[in-house]
């Protein structure tokens, strides 16, 4: 967003004061900093970088009009010069104490709009090389901190608005998940009122079909009035055929099991003397007249097999029935030795 880039801007032109900080510190070493510590009577322009510095460096809370600034401090402030340099490596810029800036440091360095004339690099490089540098780092941190101050706030505000625009974000993305469930129900909706629609066109087909049937199946009923009496007496007769079912079939297995080897007399004999007298003196349910040759096969089947070539005496169709039904392989007369 514009205010974004304008935040970044405006940081982004403390970067060079910055490094210009940085570079002072580069400038400086153990040699120049021994040789500033070991001056007898430093000169006074040197005296208000050691000052500057020494309120730079004061921790928060400090009574900044008791603070020591004399030669002395300053040399006790530079006792290592490796752990002093150190220490101006890793100060921390953006928390500078603003009151030790603006109402003690802007004493020798003079106010932004108007900086002090002997408080620079080029007129403390004619004093002290190590002083110039450490003199251009309070001059450039200080520059540093200003626009860091002015800045801040906005970043500040930027966060703000950033963490509203994702807060904003968020919610906008839980609710295209909720318009999202709600568009797949509606077409898991579409997909049942289609899927019911399609059942219902079915169903409708089908009832219109079982209409037709029904109206056919009605003329049919009234086309065959007539046989409505055959078809009683019919049903009458397959009921008394139930009722003896269990002789017949008594008897009609006994033909297929065992009256294979005998000749035709003998097979009339042991079924009109024998059988039915014997189901008949035993209460079982059979017709006084069992014709197994009815009870095995049609006329329909045996035209077939006149067809195919059997004779058709009544020896070799009853051959015919009882090769067709029994589950082994019979021993059976055969006179035309088919």
Known sequence: SEFKAQAESDLAAAEPALRAAEEALNLLDKNSLTELKSLGSPPAPVLKVTAAVSYMLAPQGTNLKKLDVSWNAAKKMMGSPEQFLQTLINFDKDNLWVEAKDNWVRKYTGPPDKPDEEFNYDFMATKSKAAAGLCAWVV????????????????????????????????????????????????????????????????????????????????????????????????????????????????????????????????????????????????????????????????????????EGLPADALSVENGCIITTCSRWPLIVDPQLQ
């Open 140 to 307: 450039n941190i200080c520059i540093y901190h200003d626009i860091f101050l002015d800045v801040e706030p906005k970043r500040v505000k930027l966060a703000e608005a950033e963490k509203k625009l994702k807060d904003a974000d968020d919610k906008l993305v839980g609710v295209r998940k909720k318009v999202q469930d709600l568009n797949d129900k509606c077409a898991a909706l579409q997909q049942q009122l289609s899927e019911a629609t399609d059942e219902k066109n079915r169903l409708v087909e089908k009832a219109e079909s079982t209409a037709k049937r029904l109206n056919l199946a009605e003329r049919l009923v009234n086309g065959l009035k007539d046989e409505g009496v055959r078809w009683t007496q019919g049903v009458a007769d397959l009921k008394d055929q139930l009722s003896r079912l269990v002789g017949d079939v008594l008897v009609t297995a006994s033909f297929i099991a065992y009256i294979g080897p005998f000749n035709m007399d003998y097979r009339k004999r042991m079924i009109t003397e024998s059988w039915i007298p014997d189901v008949m003196a035993r209460g079982i349910p059979a017709s006084e007249q069992i014709v197994p040759v009815k009870m095995l096969v049609d006329e329909a089947r045996i035209a077939v097999w006149n067809s």
